[in-house]
């Protein structure tokens, strides 16, 4: 999701006409630093780590109780009943991930309209999408994203 809306940006960017002059200039960001240095995105990141562990010692616990299983046909209605299980706890993860994400990303984005509107700047984009010039804003906003919860 958020390399499409920042593919989104780089795009508008990129078909504006080069004669255009930004009033307040363009602001740029390195998203990933933004992620590797704010404290909300890296707790985030660690619950949902600890969900994924949680997932593995499902399956390291079911792989046990699978092999004290003597009969075929209670071994394969357990694999059936474990896999559905599995298939589930994957799935509920994978929506926590992606809603987990879309979280940090309105955080950040919302924290950096607010820069964009105090420094007075036509659009803030991708770092990847500025060959020269621009305003980097990444430190400030990684500034800023500390005191967010």
């Known amino acids: 999701m958020k390399k499409s809306i920042i593919a989104v940006l780089t795009a508008v960017a990129l078909m504006m006409p080069s004669t255009m002059a930004f009033a307040g200039g363009l602001g740029y960001v390195d998203y990933e630093e933004v992620i590797e240095n704010c404290s909300y995105a890296l707790n985030a990141k660690k619950q949902l780590d600890s969900k994924a562990l949680a ?9 046990k109780e699978y092999e004290a299983i003597q ?8 694999q059936d009943k474990v896999t559905a299980e599995l298939k589930q706890k994957q799935n509920d993860f994978l929506r926590e ?5 879309q979280q940090i990303f309105d955080k950040i984005r ?7 509107v105090e420094q007075k700047l036509d659009a803030i984009i991708s770092d990847k999408a500025v060959f020269c010039g621009g305003v980097d804003i990444t430190k400030e906003l990684i500034q800023r994203m500390k005191g967010v919860q």
């Open 55 to 63: 997932i593995k010692q499902y399956m390291f616990d079911k792989e």
């Open 71 to 78: 009969s075929p046909v209670q071994k394969q209605n357990f």
């Open 97 to 101: 991930q992606a809603k987990t994400e």
């Open 110 to 116: 919302e924290v950096a309209k607010g820069i964009m």
